[in-house]
Nanobody, 123 residues
Framework: QVQLVESGGGLVQAGGSLRLSCAAS????????MGWFRQAPAKEREFLAA??????YYADSVKGRFTISRDNAKNTVYLQMNSLKAEDTAVYYC??????????????????WGQGTQVTVSS
């Protein structure tokens, strides 16, 4: 069983930056594709970025502003978010797909999810 715990959310002004972390325990972290998603009130959960062993994949909406990375020695995946906008306000989730090491956006194929961390961007 894989457990994921996000941290790093908070309140930030528009134009600012935040770095989210997702610590994993259990399983074989380095072999999993890891993804970041977010969900705003009354909206569906949205794919943001994913990382595999050596490649990354981004949604067009965050490409150039958000950067995903991982530290397999620490079993942690990160999401660096720059130039934040009010519309980035949401609960941010990390997820793991144990069946592949290739990054992807197919939300239903992610097996494990964290509890989420709130990001609020004030305009």
């Amino acid at each position: 069983q894989v457990q994921l715990v996000e941290s790093g959310g908070g309140l930030v002004q528009a134009g600012g930056s935040l770095r989210l972390s997702c610590a994993a325990s259990g399983g074989t972290f380095s072999s999993y594709a890891m993804g970041w998603f977010r969900q705003a009130p009354a909206k569906e959960r949205e794919f943001l970025a994913a990382i595999g062993w050596s490649s990354t994949y981004y949604a067009d909406s965050v490409k150039g502003r958000f950067t995903i990375s991982r530290d397999n020695a620490k079993n942690t995946v990160y999401l660096q978010m720059n130039s934040l906008k009010a519309e980035d306000t949401a609960v941010y989730y990390c997820a793991a797909d144990r069946n592949t090491a290739r990054p992807h956006s197919r939300i239903k194929e992610y097996d494990y999810w964290g509890q989420g961390t709130q990001v609020t961007v004030s305009s």
